[in-house]
């Protein structure tokens, strides 16, 4: 049984992480996909909110299951028996941060290994900042988000 968790934001999920919860549930026996309760930022979308979105679009995936976590993600993977977490590489300008991640939470935690999935191509350019700041401005969302995501995107912004 492999069971992984692919840790983020998700705020808003877009194209890019649907495509790699998809291609990574195909690999693992359970996926968890853990929100980031981070107070440190000032989020768009309540970790609430990002976990019944990330459900919402999900749902067809069996073996996905949706989490939110706070405090240190090697010990959220030790409380659901997990250690496999998956990472998404979009560019170099990913690698050295997620690099130095991997490696803090090996030390933390050595029973735990990273794996990255290297975007699709046709995400590489995608990121949930990159969506904020078109929906920003009304500009086209259709082939960013989801589309159960867009309405709740533009509700945002309308206040
Ligand atoms: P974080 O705030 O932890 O970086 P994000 O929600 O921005 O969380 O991203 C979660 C993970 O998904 C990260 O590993 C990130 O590199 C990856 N990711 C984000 N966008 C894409 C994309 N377009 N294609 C592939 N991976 C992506």
Redesign the pocket.
């Known amino acids: 049984m492999i069971n992984a968790i692919?840790?983020?934001?998700?705020?808003p999920?877009?194209?890019?992480?649907l495509?790699?919860i998809k291609r990574s549930a195909g690999l693992v026996d359970r996926l968890i996909v853990g929100v980031?309760n981070?107070n440190a930022k000032s989020p768009l979308f309540s970790v609430d909110e990002r976990v019944k979105i990330l459900q919402e679009v999900t749902k067809d995936l069996k073996n996905v299951e949706v989490k939110s976590f706070s405090g240190l993600l090697v010990d959220f993977a030790k409380e659901n028996d997990v250690h496999v977490i998956?990472?998404?590489?979009?560019a170099v300008t990913?690698f050295e941060?997620?690099l130095a991640m991997a490696q803090t939470n090996r030390v933390i935690n050595p029973e735990v290994e990273t794996f990255?999935?290297?975007?699709?191509l046709k995400?590489?350019?995608?990121?949930?900042?990159t969506v904020k700041e078109v929906a920003k401005f009304g500009g086209k969302l259709d082939d960013l988000v989801p589309p159960y995501v867009i309405p709740l995107i533009r509700e945002k912004y309308k206040k």
């Open positions: 692919y840790p983020g934001s998700f705020d999920v877009t194209n890019g992480h495509d790699v980031l981070n998956i990472r998404g590489l979009r990913d941060y997620e990255f999935m290297a975007t699709s995400y590489a350019y995608l990121s949930s900042s």
